[in-house]
């Protein structure tokens, strides 16, 4: 059974701080990686998706990591800026049946202070 | 290109009553998946739909239950509800077993 884990489950720095978030997952046989945001009480943003086959992808100041061999993701955000508080969750698929479902890890919450 | 959007946003029910959430997938987009979310919890997967058949279910019980239309838009149906039913839930479209693309949620409060 997959498991998807985030720690800590929350974080508060000041603005300007570079921040590593880690994701980490039980079942090393997985296709891609999915970074999220989520804002208070809205719906999922995706951030950033990575292929197995890439070890990295880069999105503006989002920089995520993929080591599937040991089972971890980090997410890097640099210079980090008070809108970018908000929950981070990364999610794995896993077939079902003939479905593919996301499993999520309970999520990241990120504060940072102006 | 729309995007998936989600109705209502917000919906107050009371133990043992039914409900019945939507979505409307996004543009192209033949798979609808369904999550709940309990506070401070990651989405859990409820079922999917794949050309208006269920083709795999999460750990929920019979109650929760869905619908997907010709045009791929979908409803999620719960009964009898409970309060532990509280909860963002999220609708999220693909082609096929691709990405996943999320709607904005409905926030369903069960008193």
């Known amino acids: 059974k997959q498991e998807v884990t985030q720690i800590p489950a929350a974080l508060s720095v000041p603005e300007g701080e570079n921040l590593v978030l880690n994701c980490s997952f039980t079942d090393s046989a997985i296709y891609n990686l999915q970074w999220f945001r989520q804002d208070p009480g809205k719906g999922l943003t995706s951030l950033l998706l990575i292929q197995s086959s890439q070890r990295e992808q880069t999105s503006g100041r989002l920089n995520a990591s993929l080591d599937k061999s040991s089972g971890r993701s980090t997410l890097y955000i640099a210079a980090s800026q008070p809108g970018d508080s908000a929950t981070y969750l990364c999610?794995?698929?896993?077939?079902?049946?003939?479905?593919?479902?996301?499993?999520f890890g309970k999520g990241m919450k990120l504060t940072v202070n102006p | 290109e729309t995007g998936v959007t989600q109705s209502p946003t917000h919906l107050i029910k009371t133990r043992g009553q039914q409900v019945t959430l939507r979505c409307s997938s996004q543009?192209?987009?033949?798979?609808v998946s369904w999550y709940q979310q309990a506070l401070g919890q990651g989405p859990q997967f409820i079922f999917q739909y794949y050309r208006e058949e269920e083709n795999g279910r999460g750990n929920f019980p019979p109650r929760f239950s869905g619908l997907q239309f010709p045009n791929y838009s979908s409803e999620l149906n719960v009964n009898a509800l409970e309060l532990d039913d509280s909860a963002l839930y999220l609708c999220?479209?693909?082609?096929?077993?691709?990405?996943?693309?999320f709607g904005p949620g409905t926030r369903l409060t069960v008193l």
């Open positions: 543009s192209g987009h033949n798979t």
């Open positions: 999220a479209s693909s082609r096929s077993n691709r990405e996943q693309f």
């Open positions: 999610a794995v698929p896993q077939l079902k049946g003939g479905s593919e479902k996301l499993v």
